[in-house]
């Protein structure tokens, strides 16, 4: 199978990492950029993708990211309805609490990164 998963706009300078979880072996460990791997699990095998990016949208704007999983050539694909997955956010300001919790001297601030 073929995981594709481009840099959505508002993202930059990404890295990704896989790690194996269950009788598989990842194509390649790290990479940058999207994740464009092509796939070979065992019955029961499951990798795990870690990926990360610096926002560079503006405040305010949504970053949507799509990830697919395409079957191989010759492969019915019985619940296609399953092989996307699509999250969208909202850029927002630097601080995550909004009843006053990060007003000094107890102030907690989480820079966006990475989603």
């Keep these: 199978a073929r995981l594709l ?10 890295v990704w990492s896989c790690a194996p979880v269950l009788l598989a072996s990842c194509p390649q460990a ?17 990798l795990s993708y870690l990926f990360s990016a610096r926002i560079n949208a503006a ?5 949507t990211n799509t990830a697919t999983i ?8 019985l619940q ?8 969208s956010d909202q850029i927002g300001p630097e601080g995550v609490f ?6 000094a001297p107890n102030r907690i601030s989480v820079p966006l990164q990475g989603l």
């Design 98 to 103: 909004g009843n006053g919790f990060e007003v």
């Design 5 to 14: 998963d481009e840099l959505p706009t508002g993202l930059v300078d990404s």
């Design 80 to 87: 296609p309805a399953d092989n996307s997955a699509t999250d």
């Design 70 to 77: 395409e079957q191989p050539v010759g492969v019915i694909e």
């Design 59 to 63: 405040l305010g704007s949504k970053v």
């Design 30 to 46: 790290v990479g940058e950029g999207g994740i464009d791997q092509t796939l070979n699990l065992p019955v029961g095998g499951v």
